[in-house]
């Protein structure tokens, strides 16, 4: 069974730098057959996925319009986990933040599977 | 960026209600959806893939069907434990989007 530990701090400053990691157990940051993805919640914006990692005999990136140029999402092998960096929050960044697997599949695409139980991101001087 | 649309945004219904949801793409997703249940104070859970693959351990009760824009999500008879928020995505075409969700309320 996948399980995705989240960490990270509750409250940024506005124009700080936000750092969240999720540890995986029970699968690899390195499958070929996972993306490793944060996604965030608020009222406004309802589900909005961010970014992703995965590893296809290299590693790459994506990022949502929204967030690309703040956003960085990477892997650690040496920890099997994977961390988001966001640069020079605002108060609209603040949301609940979830880590999440995307599972291979050829009839489905890359639905999320496991998710992180979501950490509270309060952004306020 | 394909837009994912729900209706209706909010349902009430009784202990043993069927209840349908529908579920709008803009563009032709042909059966890459997905639909998740969300309860209060807990992350979206994963009921459905491929439009109509139900997730081992969910209730047969749960059923999905749709291709190209057009979806539904159907529970046959509720049970109290599926009073929860409903999304829909589409998990192929980059970036991923949701719908906007049905809140599903007893009544």
């Known amino acids: 069974q996948v399980q995705l530990q989240q960490s990270g701090p509750g409250l940024v400053k506005p124009s700080q730098t936000l750092s969240l990691t999720c540890v995986i157990s029970?699968?690899?940051?390195?499958?070929?057959?996972?993306?490793w993805n944060w996604i965030r919640q608020s009222p406004s914006r309802g589900l909005e996925w961010l970014g992703r990692t995965y590893y296809r005999s290299d590693w790459f990136s994506d990022y949502a319009v929204s967030v690309e140029g703040r956003l960085t999402v990477k892997a650690d092998t040496s920890t099997n986990q994977f961390s988001l960096l966001m640069t020079s929050v605002t108060p609209d960044d603040t949301a609940v933040y979830y880590c999440a697997r995307g599972a291979l599949n050829i009839r489905a695409g890359l639905p999320l599977d496991f998710w992180g139980r979501g950490t509270l991101v309060t952004v306020s001087s | 960026d394909i837009q994912m649309t729900q209706s209706p945004s909010s349902v009430s219904a009784s202990v043993g209600d069927r209840v349908t949801i529908t579920c709008r793409a803009s563009q032709n997703i042909y059966t890459w959806l997905a639909w998740y249940q969300q309860k209060p104070g807990t992350a979206p859970k994963l009921l459905i893939s491929a439009a109509s693959d139900l997730q081992s351990g969910v209730p047969s009760r749960f059923s999905g069907s749709g291709s190209g824009t057009d979806f539904t999500l159907t529970i046959s008879s509720l049970q109290p434990e599926d009073f929860a928020t409903y999304y829909c995505?589409?998990?192929?075409?980059?970036?991923?989007?949701f719908g906007q969700g049905t809140k599903l309320e007893i009544k």
């Open positions: 029970g699968d690899s940051v390195s499958s070929t057959s996972a993306t």
């Open positions: 995505q589409q998990p192929n075409r980059f970036p991923y989007t």
